[in-house]
Nanobody, 125 residues
Framework: QVQVVESGGGSVQAGGSLRLSCKAS????????MGWFRQAPGKEREGVAG???????SYADSVKGRFTSSVDNTENTLYLQMNVLKAEDTAMYYCAAGPWSCRGGSLMSDDFLYWGQGTQVTVSS
């Protein structure tokens, strides 16, 4: 089974950028539905970006135009490039993998089985 580990979080000022990485092991990311989720204190978990096994991607409306997800198959790594960060982007960010089909990419937690432990993103204004 696949294991995923996030990295790249940190503290940045509003308007700045961060690039999160999700390194997979045990299996190739191209065989899974992959996704990024985030959860801020007192808020529900939110799907941020999802990529299906054909490379098609869905984004949450709140991050469209600012965030970009991509996959480097040679490194077996999923990325989330976050630009023009806002204070509302502050959250714990999670990478997840699902063994099922998710045509077009999924933003639903129930479509994912394997989760990383998260990486904290803090945006200050």
């Amino acid at each position: 089974q696949v294991q995923v580990v996030e990295s790249g979080g940190g503290s940045v000022q509003a308007g700045g950028s961060l690039r999160l990485s999700c390194k997979a092991s045990g299996d190739t990311v191209s065989d899974y539905c992959m996704g990024w989720f985030r959860q801020a204190p007192g808020k529900e978990r939110e799907g941020v970006a999802g990529i299906d096994r054909s490379g098609r991607i869905s984004y949450a409306d709140s991050v469209k135009g600012r965030f970009t997800s991509s996959v480097d198959n040679t490194e077996n790594t999923l990325y989330l490039q976050m630009n023009v960060l806002k204070a509302e982007d502050t959250a714990m960010y999670y990478c997840a993998a699902g063994p099922w089909s998710c045509r077009g990419g999924s933003l639903m937690s129930d479509d994912f089985l394997y989760w990383g432990q998260g990486t904290q993103v803090t945006v200050s204004s």
